[in-house]
């Protein structure tokens, strides 16, 4: 049972290129979302997958677009990435919804140059 | 707009103290409230959930508390160890009308052997 596991886990991008992060869970959590967590800010939710079929915006969506693919995988697009982009990506699931407790992946680390 | 704070941003302490880390927020109308370990590189562990009818959680050396009317919750680490050192995270569930966990910058906690 590897939990949240995401891939991949360190990525060096230019200013302009395209990249996909994804995530994948084990858990058979119906839920799922997309973090950023930058120095000196507490994480903020960018987009969220209540369930299979389903995405909606979070606080900071501005820049990304998500798929959720099936139940297992969830994956977040930067179409053309900016330095402001520059940030721990963190992925999490949890069983239904946003009030269930969330169990968190262990972060992409993106530089856009 | 839902604002989480923790107080204080680091904290330095002698192995086998007792601890005490704090997190405040600004809208009492949450529906749970978690603590999160952070290790450096790595993702976030949760800890403990306290759902917004309780007033404490324990697990182990830890107790957290919640005084949801005041705005504020407690983690309490009893007997602190090296191995606890990390970065805790608070984080609110709902607010300001929204579903969403909004987190706080955290306490960076060094136990000194």
């Known amino acids: 049972n590897a939990g949240v596991t995401q891939t991949p886990k360190f990525q060096v991008l230019k200013t302009g290129q395209s990249m996909t992060l994804q995530c994948a869970q084990d858990m058979n959590h119906n839920s799922m979302y997309w973090y950023r967590q930058d120095p000196g800010m507490g994480l903020r939710l960018i987009y969220y997958?209540?369930?299979?079929?389903?995405?909606d915006k979070g606080e900071v969506p501005n820049g990304y677009n998500v798929s959720r693919l099936n139940k297992r995988e969830f994956s977040l697009r930067l179409e053309s990435a900016a330095p402001s982009q520059t940030s721990v990506y963190f992925c999490?699931?949890?069983?239904?919804?946003?009030?269930?407790?969330?169990?968190f992946g262990p972060g992409t680390r993106l530089t856009v140059t | 707009k839902q604002e989480v704070t923790q107080i204080p941003a680091a904290l330095s302490v002698p192995e086998g103290e007792n601890l005490v880390l704090n997190c405040s927020f600004t809208d009492s109308a949450i529906y749970n409230l978690q603590w999160f370990r952070q290790d450096p590189g790595k993702g976030l562990t949760s800890l403990l959930l306290?759902?917004?009818?309780?007033r404490e959680q324990t697990s182990g050396r830890l107790n957290a508390s919640l005084d949801k009317s005041s705005g504020r919750s407690t983690l309490y680490i009893a007997a602190s160890q090296p191995g606890d050192s990390a970065t805790y995270l608070c984080?609110?569930?709902?607010?300001?009308?929204?579903?969403?966990?909004?987190f706080g910058k955290g306490t960076k906690l060094s136990v000194i052997p």
């Open positions: 999490a699931s949890s069983v239904q919804g946003m009030l269930d407790e969330q169990y």
């Open positions: 997958s209540a369930s299979e079929g389903t995405t």
């Open positions: 306290i759902q917004s009818s309780q």
């Open positions: 984080a609110v569930q709902g607010g300001a009308g929204s579903y969403q966990l909004t």
